[in-house]
């Protein structure tokens, strides 16, 4: 399989040990390889890829660097089917602005990977095409929704992927899979070529080998756009300037809510591991309190699914996307068309969301979860009033097994639990994997405040080298 970093990859391209041709072939033959048995990959163009590396200019931050793209990102002239049969035989005829940042600092978008339909899930297994595994164990889920980006990332099938975190979709996948998963701040990447499931919500991010490898894809990604309204015109930054850096003295927040009982022991372990890794560096960890965490899944179900219900009424099989055949009426094309061409998740928050802001109901459940989406922003900003940065769990436990019919939906939802506070509150949050022997992938969220991602990779990768002994 193809490990390696980018900076790996980068030092052998510019040396000529490899040519990003040859780079693009080693990767097609690990996916070859591999793929049939983790399914992380929707499609790939290797004509398309080769073509690219002729011209690759080494000199650019990425030059030469293949990269996988999640399936829900617009890649011009590529399938962009958010895993769904109702997109099933769209082609993008346009690049996202992340991919179009990518291609501008040499990168190679090479292959679509595989993910939950339309971003709605947290195990990998809603996908319309077949469910992704996780290279760790095949038996179980790889996370979710980006769960093929980072498959391929942990299973060596790609170097480095595009994700994006709508409730945790970069962090949990990346947790279970054992590798690294920023979510930027929002608004911090342009959601431009991102097909929408809750917009307040979204955010394009990557999945990496390491937290120097995030740093130098978030350099490229970041940026204010003038094709998404919400995009920030925050300066941008040099994020791999931090890392190295001593984070003596640095003040870390422990929420007591997520000291729950319902941890899982590896996840325990993998909390109080951390925790001795940062003292020993310097940093000084104290339990903090966010009043409202038992809220937040209840409000991010409400929001997220209606943001999702109005989203997706553009897809009504007139346009584009799956028709239904025969001929009926309007309001019957209509149904058959959604009927056949969304799973039952999507479906399932789509009636959500129509429910919630339906006339008589909005009142009682939208109107108060942005009410509580306030309160929890809130929690955060006078958190760190207190503290630079707050550490907690990715998720409760581990990777689940696949196809897993003890668990509700309900129970899926609330595996989120650790994650979705981020995108209420739109911080960045990083995953790094906490390795433990003989167990499964584990990891560890840190946040920081919004556009702290300099200070927040700083510790990161402070801990992630602490972690790696």
């Not at 790939?44 to 011209?55: D, G, V």
């Not at 929408?196 to 990496?208: V, W």
């Not at 941008?236 to 899982?264: H, M, Q, V, W």
């Not at 039952?344 to 009682?364: M, P, Q």
């Amino acid at each position: 399989m193809l490990f390696g970093t980018i900076a790996h990859w980068r030092a052998q391209l510019q040396s000529g040990a490899i040519s990003p041709t040859e780079l693009v072939e080693e990767l097609d033959n690990s996916i070859a390889a591999r793929d049939p048995q983790i399914h992380a990959y929707l499609s790939r163009n290797k004509e398309a890829a080769l073509q690219a590396a002729t011209c690759a200019d080494l000199s650019l931050p990425l030059g030469g660097i293949p990269l996988a793209i999640k399936d829900n990102i617009c890649v011009q002239g590529e399938p962009t089917r958010c895993a769904s049969k109702m997109l099933e035989n769209f082609v993008s005829p346009y690049d996202a602005t992340a991919v179009t940042r990518l291609r501008a600092a040499g990168a190679i978008p090479f292959g679509r990977t595989n993910m939950d339909e339309f971003a709605m899930g947290s195990a990998g297994e809603n996908s319309a095409f077949g469910p992704t595994h996780n290279p760790a164990d095949p038996d179980r889920v790889p996370g979710g929704s980006s769960s093929g980006s980072a498959a391929a990332v942990a299973g060596g099938m790609a170097i480095a992927a595009l994700g994006s975190d709508t409730g945790g979709s970069i962090r949990q996948p990346a947790s279970h899979c054992g590798i690294v998963g920023l979510k930027p701040t929002y608004g911090r990447v342009s959601r431009y070529g991102l097909v929408a499931f809750a917009s307040s919500l979204d955010q394009i991010g990557p999945l990496t080998q390491d937290v120097a490898d995030a740093a130098t894809l978030l350099n490229v990604l970041c940026g204010h756009d003038a094709k998404d309204s919400t995009s920030s015109p925050q300066p941008t930054e040099d994020f791999c300037a931090g890392l190295g850096r001593d984070i003596r003295g640095l003040r870390i927040g422990l929420p007591k809510e997520y000291l729950s009982s319902g941890n899982a022991p590896e996840v325990r372990a993998a909390l109080e591991q951390s925790i001795c890794c940062l003292t020993e560096l310097g940093a000084e960890v104290t339990e903090i309190s966010l009043p409202h965490t038992e809220a937040v899944v209840s409000a991010y179900y409400i929001i997220a699914c209606a943001e999702a219900s109005s989203n997706l009424a553009r897809f009504d099989g007139i346009r584009y996307g799956h028709r239904a055949e025969g001929n009926m009426s309007l309001d019957a094309l209509y149904s058959k068309s959604r009927e056949a061409g969304f799973g039952a998740e999507v479906k399932r928050r789509i009636i959500l969301g129509t429910y919630v802001l339906s006339g008589g109901y909005y009142d009682a459940y939208y109107a108060k979860a942005q009410k509580v989406r306030a309160l929890v922003a809130q929690d955060f900003t006078r958190a760190f009033e207190q503290v630079d940065l707050i550490l907690g769990p990715v998720a409760p436990t581990p990777a689940p097994k696949l196809h897993d019919t003890q668990l509700t939906p309900l129970q899926v939802y609330l595996s989120d639990i650790y994650t979705i506070p981020a995108n209420l509150a739109g911080l960045p949050g990083i995953s790094l994997p906490c390795p433990q022997a003989g167990c499964l992938p584990t990891g560890i969220q840190l946040l920081a405040p919004p556009f702290a991602e300099t200070r927040l990779l700083q510790a990161a990768h402070a801990l992630e080298c602490a972690l790696k002994g």
